[in-house]
């Protein structure tokens, strides 16, 4: 069984510039699909953006299409979420999740393993 571990969270200034990862133990991630979702005080997750075992599918939240960007090292088991000009409004606890099948998804509910979170918060 996999487990995931989030890191790179931390406190920003809104224009600012943060990296996440996600690092996988017990197997590796090359054969599955990853995705990162958020979720703010209140609020339900949501989806973020999601990669294909391939690296070569991408899909991305409109909320931050030409801002954020996810990309996987699968030498490293790691899969990351670079994310620029950040807003107040990206404040939540991100998560990585494991999705087992090659195709990305924005559907949390399709994804079968979850980090514990990494918190991000953005000042205005």
């Known amino acids: 069984q996999v487990q995931l571990a989030e890191s790179g969270g931390g406190l920003v200034q809104a224009g600012g510039s943060l990296r996440l990862s996600c690092a996988a133990s017990?197997?590796?991630?090359?054969?599955?699909?990853m995705g990162w979702f958020r979720q703010a005080p209140g609020k339900e997750r949501e989806f973020v953006v999601a990669?294909?075992?391939?690296?070569?599918?991408?899909y991305y939240a409109n909320f931050v299409k030409g801002r954020f960007t996810i990309s996987r090292d699968n030498t490293k088991n790691t899969v990351y979420l670079q994310m620029n000009s950040l807003k107040p409004e990206d404040t939540a606890v991100y998560y990585c999740?494991?999705?087992?099948?090659?195709?990305?998804?924005?559907?949390?509910?399709?994804?079968?393993?979850w980090g514990q979170g990494t918190q991000v918060t953005v000042s205005s």
């Open positions: 017990g197997r590796t991630l090359s054969s599955y699909a």
């Open positions: 999740g494991e999705r087992l099948h090659s195709s990305a998804s924005s559907y949390s509910h399709e994804y079968d393993y």
């Open positions: 990669i294909s075992r391939s690296g070569i599918t991408t």
